[in-house]
């Protein structure tokens, strides 16, 4: 079976240092994968989301990168957090199905 | 493009209590829909999916949705609600005619408190 790992699942930052989340999935190839951003315990933003090895494609111009080294691995970055930066970051993976299944989430603070 | 609408903010209901969760949607051709659901501080969890066939979905945990595409609609609903299904549930449409790569589009969520 498919198991998505995510981590740290929180991590308090001060503003202007760098951030690095990883995302790793397991039992399946190729999939596709995703970083959504999630406010107020509320809505979901899409941030990035990969087809493939280093295929990127983002969905908001913002402080944050991503990148995918290796088939089942997704890296959320930025070089600088701002106070914005603070919410819920998750990463999800979908194949052949439909649906999109998601980790645990990680919870960032930047104080 | 497409979009889907969860109009309630919050929906109460009491143990034991039929409850409805409402989605409405909007694309151009025959939707992919789906529900998930939210736990504190939680990833988000899927229920169920319609993508053609029977109009009833089942789905986990005694959760269903009834797919009406006259009203553009996909209600999630539960014979006789647990306090244990007290959480956030976000709808989710993607248009399989949209060109270009296949995202969900996810509404803005409905919570669902379920009282003793």
């Known amino acids: 079976s498919q198991t998505i790992h995510q981590w740290p699942a929180t991590l308090v930052q001060p503003v202007g240092s760098p951030l690095s989340l990883e995302c790793t999935v397991e039992g399946t190839s190729n999939p596709n994968l995703y970083w959504y951003r999630q406010a107020a315990g509320r809505g979901l933003q899409l941030l990035f989301y990969?087809?493939?090895?280093?295929?990127i494609s983002s969905e908001v111009p913002q402080n944050l990168s991503a990148s995918r080294p290796q088939d089942r691995q997704f890296i959320l970055s930025s070089k600088k957090l701002l106070l914005s930066d603070s919410g819920f970051y998750l990463c999800?993976?979908?194949?052949?199905?439909?649906?999109?299944?998601f980790g645990p989430g990680t919870r960032l603070t930047v104080t | 493009a497409q979009s889907v609408a969860q109009p309630e903010d919050q929906v109460n209901v009491a143990e034991g209590n039929p409850l409805t969760v409402k989605c409405t949607y909007s694309?151009?051709?025959?939707?992919?829909l789906f529900w998930y659901v939210q736990y504190p501080n939680r990833g988000l969890q899927f229920l169920l999916k319609y993508i053609t066939g029977d109009n009833l979905v089942k789905g986990s945990y005694g959760f269903e949705a009834e797919f009406n595409k006259s009203q553009t609609s996909f209600h999630l609903k539960k014979p006789s609600a647990l306090v244990s299904d007290s959480a956030l549930y976000f709808c989710a449409v993607r248009d399989p005619f949209n060109t270009g790569f296949q995202k969900l589009v996810f509404g803005t969520g409905t919570r669902l408190l379920v009282s003793p």
């Open positions: 999800a993976w979908s194949g052949r199905a439909y649906e999109q299944y």
């Open positions: 694309v151009s051709g025959n939707p992919y």
């Open positions: 990969s087809v493939g090895i280093g295929q």
